[in-house]
């Protein structure tokens, strides 16, 4: 396939980029390099013949067109979005305008070229979404393609929103889409603002290493190689119309997560001290949610797809990529918002 990927300088889009290239696709990664993007991420896949990058925003529709005309592409995996939770705290406006703007701007590109070709049947929209937009769990119980929409944070509320815009776009307009809703990312390439590398960060920096609330809240680890082989799998073989939750099977207390990586450094980076005595605990985050797990049935039953790593070996392999690529991830530690405490807005 050719496949026009929203997002893929960034850390879950780039991963597909570099997966699809792999496996013999054609990608036209299209990003606005935002704060979040590097292109660093797909340097390894640039000189390909099957790449191509067009820096545009999802925003603007007389790019969309021309990128759509011009490259002609077979399937849209879509990825933009803002995704930080602290930040759509400090401003909504922006995931409101990106993740629900952006998306109905893509979604009209993408209908007038569907169109223009007359409506090929193989032709796919695939919207890239979070187990977010289903609220909070307590202590038992999993998400499944049937929970109701419950979202409790701006970012959550937009992805959601965007959610809603696809589906109505296919039923109002017969535009074929699929959608897939993915627990907690980590891996290589994450942007040095979220959980896990900020602890790796931290932890290396002899900083303190901040843990939001008591560190209970739980969530589902994904190790991104793994959800990129998942997204490839469902926007060729997945049915028109149909969303499926995509989990990593590994559900963790933040707290103990963070200890796991501190054992892993320990043991990789020793320091003077266990890096475990770096941890503070901080005020939590305004409307944090208590606990995310997917029930993934539907991806083993119709994708026959299971997670392959575990989040013991996932974290292994992260920690490892953090210390062998101390490059990339110095680079990014100047743009704007790293290192800071966001999302304190109440």
Not at 51 to 78: K, N, S
Not at 213 to 239: F, M, Q, S
Request: contains cysteine; glycine residues 8%; negative net charge.
């Amino acid at each position: 396939m050719k496949l026009l990927v929203t997002g893929g300088a960034g850390f879950i889009g780039s991963a597909v980029v570099r997966r699809a290239i792999a496996q013999g696709h054609s990608v036209v990664n299209l990003d606005a390099l935002t704060y979040a993007a590097c292109l660093d991420n797909v340097a390894s896949v640039a000189d390909s013949p099957l790449y191509a990058f067009e820096q545009a925003d999802i925003r603007d529709r007389a790019a969309l067109d021309r990128i759509f005309a011009t490259h002609e592409p077979d399937a849209v995996m879509h990825l933009a979005a803002e995704s930080h939770v602290d930040r759509s705290i400090d401003g909504p406006g922006t995931f409101i305008d990106t993740n629900i703007m952006g998306t109905f701007h893509l979604l009209e590109a993408a209908r007038a070229y569907w169109n223009a070709k007359e409506r090929p049947e193989t032709f796919r929209f695939h919207h890239i979404s979070t187990d977010e937009v289903f609220g909070s769990l307590g202590e038992t119980g999993q998400f499944t393609e049937e929970t109701p929409y419950d979202p409790r944070s701006p970012y959550s509320a937009s992805k959601a929103g965007s959610d809603h815009l696809v589906r109505a776009w296919h039923e109002t307009y017969g535009l074929p889409v699929v959608l897939t809703n993915c627990s907690n990312n980590y891996g290589p390439f994450h942007f040095p603002e979220k959980l896990v590398p900020v602890v790796i960060l931290n932890a290396l920096a002899g900083k303190e290493i901040p843990i939001y609330g008591a560190g209970d809240n739980v969530r589902d680890w994904l190790y991104v190689e793994d959800h990129a082989d998942a997204l490839l799998l469902v926007v060729a073989n997945g049915e028109i119309g149909r969303s499926y939750n995509i989990g990593g099977e590994n559900e963790a207390r933040n707290i103990d997560l963070v200890k796991t990586i501190c054992t892993i450094l320990d043991e990789k980076r020793p320091a003077k001290a266990p890096y475990a005595d770096q941890i503070t605990f901080v005020t939590d985050r305004p409307g944090h949610d208590a606990r995310y797990a997917i029930d993934p049935k539907r991806m083993r039953d119709e994708m026959n797809w299971r997670p392959s790593v575990t989040l013991a070996e996932g974290l292994e392999l992260t920690v490892q990529w953090y210390l062998d690529n101390e490059s990339w991830w110095r680079a990014l530690q100047t743009r704007q918002g790293v290192g800071e405490r966001l999302g304190k807005a109440g």
